[in-house]
């Protein structure tokens, strides 16, 4: 709609040619785009102006992007970030999951998924604007207590498999696992009542 404001991206990533391409991308596809080269500048520009959605590299010089976002989410938990990585950590991967992340991408990463990626971090804008009480993490352990390990796992898994329409290749290839492996996984979460 015309009348209604751009969503406001920060992109923190301190290696410039992709911080450029990223902003640029960001504009592209209609929002408006702001850059940050460390956490320590990120910090700064959140001080003095808002943004809606983080795009945060977690390999950062100086402050690491995990300790970041933990520092960030517990004072912004409504906003949306999307982790964008050159490495595919499993365990940083879990502790997003568990902090609420949107969305784990890993380097190098096609526009069309960082597209989806904000999309649907815009959604998540929506909802929260429209119905706030709706915007709680979902509950992700069966015995409704604290989410395990294997739930994390499961959650980011059945993710990145969606993010990539069902292609199980690709979603192994993102997840630094074997076919076999991640054929191993989806079949347990199946016998459990999961849709794979």
């Known amino acids: 709609m015309p009348d209604e404001p751009a969503i406001k991206v920060l992109v923190i990533e301190d290696e410039p040619r992709l911080r450029d391409l990223l902003l640029r991308a960001i504009q ?10 460390s956490a320590e500048e990120a910090q700064r520009l959140l001080g003095t102006e808002t943004h809606d959605i983080l795009l945060l590299d977690l390999n950062l010089p100086g402050q690491s992007g995990m300790d970041f976002y933990r520092e960030f989410h517990q004072r912004h938990p409504q906003t949306p970030v999307i982790i964008l990585t050159g490495f595919g950590d499993l365990a940083a991967a879990r502790e997003a999951i568990r902090l609420d992340v949107v969305d784990f991408l ?3 990463c096609h526009l069309g998924e960082l597209e989806v990626s904000l999309d649907r971090a815009r959604r998540r804008l929506k909802r929260t604007s429209d119905h706030p009480e709706l915007d709680m993490p979902p509950a992700l352990s069966e015995s409704g207590g604290p989410p395990t390990l294997d739930d994390l796992e499961r959650q980011h898994i059945l993710t990145t498999l969606e993010r990539h329409g069902g292609n199980r290749a690709a979603a192994a290839a993102e997840l630094g696992i074997s076919l076999r492996t991640l054929y191993y996984r989806l079949t347990e979460y199946a016998k459990q009542g999961y849709r794979t």
Request: proline share 8%; net charge positive; charged share 15%.
């Open 28 to 37: 592209q596809m209609g929002f408006t785009a702001t850059g940050a080269r």
């Open 106 to 108: 890993t380097k190098p």
